[in-house]
């Protein structure tokens, strides 16, 4: 007798086969494949296709197999992107509700641009809250998808009071709003306007309120101190002359590893300083360091490595050891002491360099600016359009304009020339 199931889509049944080997696991999984076997009616013919059945059970066994694999990898990939991206746009990675910085895709003027053509966020009103933190939607793609979590960065930007109506305002006003939560102001003094303006984020570190060495190396002791005590992974310095391209600042953090040691900024010289050593006054050492007037940033990693030599009062310590400012005392730390090269960012930008030389066409993609105005001296960037030099003496709140421009300060049009 024949048996003949040709029906491919029919499981079968293990009874099929007869009760004998009912016990056996393996011939259970064996009696649900969809293959059709023709057997003959004795002993002997189901003897003969044995090997042949065998054979194509497990290569049945090993297909199934593999495409339950791939399922299950693809079903877990896009559980994760599809968490991952749901933080990101309704918690901002945690900290940007009200930012229009979204990694992963374009950001530009029209809202956010998804990669395909079902826009996750299309209307600029999803994000907007009040009118000074309208922080509007960048026109160059500033983010990429591996930028760091603004959550993970502190940012210290070091002041005087003195400075703190005509610097620090235009600051507050620009950058500050795409950084609220993790901008820190340290200055010489109390300020209870400054103290509302950035809801609390002011700390009055008590130093000197000169421009000397001693000054600025008690502040970068207070702002490393503060640091060390917070669970950040990158400690980022800045000077109140300092616009920060925030989204191109993340963008670069995320090509380094924070558990990694990484001393990130510019140097302002051509070669590595060299100075005497303190240890041996006969000797000289030299390194290389990152100016402060164009920002830089340490890895908490490194950041750790150099408390032991940096934390507790004990910078300003070393300051007075080289007899050198707080910047060239981080260089000191990190590249004699510990070895760490400077790695040279050259996006960073300070006022040692013409900022009329920036080429403007694509800001987006420099990370700082500076300036300085000092009698007739001005050195500030070309921008042609937005506000006049009396409104923007800084050229911040054009740059800001330029690369935001729905904040609602913003001119309508960056083409009608100011100058």
């Known amino acids: 007798m024949k048996i003949l199931r040709s029906d491919r889509n029919r499981m079968m049944k293990f009874s099929d086969f007869g009760s004998s080997s009912g016990n056996n696991p393996r011939t259970k999984v064996q009696a649900l494949l969809p293959y059709h076997f023709i057997f003959n009616g004795t002993n002997s013919g189901v003897r003969s296709n044995k090997k042949l059945c065998y054979v194509l059970q497990l290569m049945s066994i090993f297909i199934i197999s593999c495409t339950l694999l791939v399922y299950q990898v693809t079903i877990s990939t896009s559980g994760k992107i599809s968490t991952d991206l749901h933080r990101d746009i309704n918690n901002g990675d945690e900290t940007l509700t009200n930012d229009p910085i979204i990694v992963g895709n374009t950001v530009g003027s029209e809202g956010i641009i998804s990669n395909n053509e079902n826009s996750l966020v299309k209307d600029t009103n999803e994000i907007h809250s009040n009118d000074y933190s309208n922080n509007g939607f960048a026109k160059f793609p500033l983010l990429l998808g591996n930028s760091e979590n603004l959550n993970n960065v502190f940012l210290s930007v070091k002041s005087t009071k003195r400075f703190h109506s005509s610097r620090l305002e235009p600051i507050i006003k620009t950058w500050f709003n795409l950084a609220k939560d993790q901008t820190w102001i340290f200055t010489d003094d109390d300020d209870p306007e400054l103290l509302e303006k950035t809801n609390g984020h002011v700390i009055n570190t008590h130093c000197p309120s000169t421009h000397y060495r001693q000054a600025l190396c008690c502040k970068m002791g207070t702002e490393f101190d503060t640091f060390i005590l917070t669970d950040k992974s990158w400690f980022c310095h800045f000077d109140d002359d300092n616009y920060v391209n925030v989204p191109g600042l993340l963008d670069l953090l995320g090509k380094y590893n924070s558990r990694e040691y990484w001393y990130l900024g510019k140097p302002s010289l051509k070669s590595p300083i060299r100075i005497q050593d303190p240890d041996n006054h006969t000797e000289e050492v030299s390194f290389w360091f990152a100016t402060g007037g164009a920002g830089f940033c340490l890895s908490r990693a490194l950041a750790l490595r150099m408390s032991p030599l940096a934390s507790g009062g004990k910078f300003t310590k070393v300051c ?64 042609p359009y937005g506000f006049s030099e009396q409104e923007d003496p800084s050229r911040f709140l054009s740059l800001h304009c330029e690369l935001f421009p729905n904040f609602s300060y913003c001119p309508n049009s960056n083409t009608t020339p100011s100058r």
């Open 320 to 383: 007075d050891r080289i007899q050198l400012p707080d910047d060239v005392t981080v260089g000191y730390i990190a590249g004699h002491l510990l070895g760490q090269n400077l790695t040279v960012i050259p996006q960073f930008h300070s006022h040692f360099e013409t900022m009329k030389f920036i080429d403007m066409k694509n800001p987006g993609s420099e990370i700082t600016f500076s300036y300085v105005r000092y009698a007739e001296y001005e050195n500030i960037l070309d921008i």
